[in-house]
């Protein structure tokens, strides 16, 4: 037992005491810092205005006065405003709370700038040639952004029918697409209120009518009622899945990295001169596992605190943690093993690649299919899959963290499977450890590792 925990200890030292370890760990953490700081300016719209002019030739008559009015700035300052409270509805209480303190009324005025929109009419029997040549020639002070020809049915279908028209928009060859996006609002506004008033229909009273606000749902817990929180059931099966992904990928591939290496430079025969290749194996493992152990730590801490921070703690399950770290050790032990196998076959990372596919498909299988296992947990497919071996611990932590968890018995019933699947592949590993390190030459395929195994 002293010489795997030296060998852990030695093979935990040459990885986390480095600063590639450190830098690697913090840099994910530290770019979603960076990208949450900086990614509404780099990604917002806060240094784009649309300004400019718009030419509408309106033979109806009756559309050109309601653009103007659907192009105001105040008119839409007041539906952005009204947008971005009916947002704030469905948003978690602090969200809601920093949009509306004193310093921030106005922070869904100040993410985009309200568009500085004239209009200028042109007569119903223009030459359409000599307006579209009017697009093309621009200036920097006030683009021509638009010319707008609305059709005759546009406000009253012909013959009493309800066949609509509608307008046909030309734009220049440099218009920004959040421009083009706004007229055409503007102008659909436009031409829904300019047949309501041929009607003489009301627009608040019709907007009171179909208008039916969204509800926020409650969430009932064993504990406390409090506010359902949308795409908190969708997304949390995906972090814990990528936690569990990251990992055991993360800590395998080291596994498979070093191993490579030191069989290529033949320290691996100075180990074996010194320990057994059980003793070898088993201390990389354990190694590397608290390597991992370290990140995901970290990772879930993070995650922890960020739930705190917007009061969502209490729709959170704790056991998941417990159930996240024993799937990871049985998940480790399973894909970290063979990989350590594949590095111990081979000679160079050349050579791995062709064994590490399958395993690699493999347990990307789940991950690909998070969004039927998470939202159907309870079909039969995500029943096969939590008990399918290799695949069964991601399936099952899946559904666990679903809004539908699983019976108990099935919970361990798929860890009894994955413990004895981990089981039969560190029984091989070992198998091809006692053979593989010491060969070389041609890099041996499935089927001579299964030999391998037999033999040994």
Known sequence: MNNIFRIAKREFMATAATRAFVIGLLIFPSMIAIFALL????????????????AVIDPTGRVLPELRKSCDPVTIAAGRKLAAKRALAN????????AESSGNKNVWDSLEPIPNIQIIERPAASDLEKEKAWLLTQTRENPRLALVVVHGNAVEPAGGSLDYGSYDLYVPPNIDDRAGNEIQ??????IVNARL?????????????????????????????????????????????????????????????????????RIVEVLL?????????????????????????????????????????????????????????????????????????????????SLMAPLTIIFMIPWLLWMPISR?????????????????????????????????????????????TAYIALWFTAKVFRIGLLMYGKPPNFATLIRWARAA
């Open 185 to 190: 609002r503007c102008l659909r506004e436009a």
């Open 39 to 54: 990614g509404p300016r780099l990604f917002g719209s806060r240094d784009f205005k649309i300004q400019g002019t718009i």
């Open 376 to 420: 159907n947990p309870d079909s039969v497919f995500s029943i096969t899959m939590s008990f399918t071996p290799f695949v069964n611990t991601f399936a099952m932590l899946l559904r666990m963290a679903s809004n539908t968890p699983p019976p108990f018995w099935q919970v361990w019933l798929s860890i009894l499977i994955g413990i004895g």
């Open 91 to 98: 948003a978690p209480q602090q969200v809601r709370q920093l």
């Open 197 to 265: 008033q041929v009607r003489a229909l009301d627009q608040t009273e019709i907007d009171a009518i179909v208008q039916v606000p969204p509800v926020r749902s409650t969430t009932v817990t064993v504990k406390e009622e409090r506010q359902t929180v949308r795409g908190f059931n969708v997304m949390l099966p995906a972090v814990f899945g990528a936690l569990l992904f990251m990992g055991v990928i993360g800590g395998g591939g080291q596994l498979l990295t070093t191993m490579v290496e030191e069989k290529s430079n």
């Open 273 to 353: 001169s010194a320990v057994s290749p059980m003793e070898l194996m088993a201390g990389k493992l354990l190694g590397q596992m608290a390597v991992s152990l370290i990140g995901m730590a970290l990772y879930i801490a993070m995650g922890v605190a960020m739930l705190a921070g917007f009061s969502l703690f209490g729709l959170f399950d704790v056991s998941l943690i417990f159930y996240l770290l024993l799937f990871f050790l049985i998940t480790y032990l399973l894909m970290g093993s063979l990989m350590m196998a594949v590095g111990a076959a081979v000679n160079d990372m050349k050579e791995a690649q």
